[in-house]
C-alpha cells in the first residue's frame, strides 16, 4: 500500500513516515501543499494523511481538487 504524508510540521511527518514504513508501507513525506497536490496528481496512492494547514495550499482546497480528478484516494484528515 502507497500512502502520502502532506503535513507542514516536518517532525510530525517524520515521525509518522517512520512508523508506517516499518509496518510495511511505502510512504512519500512532503512539507508543502504545492509539492503534495503535484505528488498526489501524478503518482497514485492509495492514502493520502492530510494536513488542513499548510502554509501554500491548505488542505481543504487540496482535497477538493483531488477529489475532482481521484474520486479513489483515500484522504484522512
Known amino acids: 500500500m502507497r ?3 502532506i503535513e507542514d510540521e516536518e517532525d510530525l511527518a517524520n515521525a509518522l513516515a517512520v ?9 512519500d513525506v512532503t512539507t ?7 505528488l498526489a496528481d501524478v503518482n497514485t496512492y492509495d492514502v493520502l494523511l492530510l494536513d ?4 501554500d495550499i491548505d488542505g481543504l482546497t487540496i482535497c ?3 477529489r475532482s480528478s ?3 484516494l483515500l484522504i484522512l484528515i
Open 3 to 5: 500512502l502520502l504524508i
Open 32 to 38: 508543502n501543499g504545492q509539492d503534495g497536490w503535484e
Open 19 to 27: 512508523g508506517l514504513r516499518q509496518e510495511g508501507y511505502a510512504v
Open 52 to 55: 488542513l494547514n499548510l502554509p
Open 70 to 72: 481521484h474520486p479513489h
Open 64 to 66: 477538493q481538487r483531488l
